[in-house]
């Protein structure tokens, strides 16, 4: 059975690299009815913290991406680490390093003014002796394994050195605790970050001295900006713009929907044979071929991100987009019925739920502009103060309750053709909103309502 892991530390805010990483692990998980894991790597006691690994759990149930089964604590693990090291420390395979950890600061210090690998070939093995830490043996073989995205990989383990496997019994390391635990859970794919390839080779000559069968691997492109250095914080945030941000949290609290985010990821370093962009989950599943995953660095590009957002947002009916949008509109505490119409008039527009504040703004607060902005090209201010009246009359006949998109078009539309659309709606347009852009007129008062657009057009005139 094909059987994957998403194995996250809980040492930091999930990252969207490692949310991409959970997705193509999923993908692939269900495209051949296998099993998709979760492992939390919480054996690092000080970086380790609860806050981390409910991020990490919250956003992948997000997301969607449901595991299978119980979550694998790692820590919880650690009797059958200890079995698995007095193994091989009493079969010979590891030893206990004497060396003080001075000693190996100075070795490897040296190793980096000469510029030499940084390794410890241990001349002072202790078979039995407790105390300092325990490595692994090399063997200065040859390693050789086939990863699926980058074909034949060989490493020469003399350049490994004695890798250490713990700190002590009941301390495991990650290269020795994650190939235990994915013999343990029967792993058939590992698939993982570019920035594991060079632990591969480890995890494999530990596999070995334990006799585990090698599972497949599969490392992916890191993801870059658009600079191509690797995504990081001084990227920016989601919220202030689309140049990336790295924790999952800051793109859901930015407005985007999990679908979107979704889509995006599995854009990055993957692609499907045509030229789609738009999928959702169970698309992906059924397309998602790691064959198909580039070695290349893959380059985040926060306008696609919004694109594929705004495409997925589209597609929401408006009183569910109202419920996205309500949080960032509460300095305004707007009622259901308003919300539902403001999701209805910015729908299209929208990249991300928290622009909403922003393009909204002229609702809730009366707009500020220079009576020259109500002048259509070459329009006489009496000729526009005339228009505004005109609208004004014909306004003040339709009742409250009917007044909506239909009823102040038909009303005023006729009358635009003739007198020319520009000189009647430009100015009627900038009176609702103060701005050279926003949605139409029409859809505008049904937003504001009679009394306020009355009011507002009233303003305008005034100011003529
Ligand atoms: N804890 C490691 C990480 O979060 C796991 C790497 C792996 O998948 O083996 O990067």
Redesign the pocket.
Known sequence: MIKT?????P?GYMHIG?AR?ALFNYLFAKKYHGEFLL?I?NTDLERSKKEYELDILGNLKWLGLNWDGEIIYQRERSPVHREYLEKLLGEGKAFYCRHSAEELAGEQKEQQTNKTVLKHNCDHKDKSLAGGVIRLKNQNKKIVFNDIIRGEVTFDSELLGDIVLAKNLNTPL?NFA?AAD?HDTEISH????E??LS?TPK?ILIQEALGFKRPDYAHVPLILAKDRSKLSKRHGSPRLGVAGGTAVTEYKNAGYLPQALVNFMALLGWHPADNREIFGLEDLIKEFDLARVQKAGAVFDGTKLDSINNYHIKQLVPAELAQYLKPYLNDHSPSDEQIIKIAHLFQDRLNKFSEIAQLSAFIFNQPEYDSKMLLWKGASPEKTKNNLETILMILEKLSGDSFDIDSTATEIMPLANKTGRGEMLWPLRVALTGLEKSPGPFEIMEVLGREESINRIKKAAGKL
Do not use: K, L
Request: proline share 5%; no cysteine; net charge neutral.
């Open positions: 892991r998403i194995a996250p530390s040492t490692n990483t492992r790597e990650y994650a994915d590992v698939i993982r970050g920035d594991h632990n995890q």
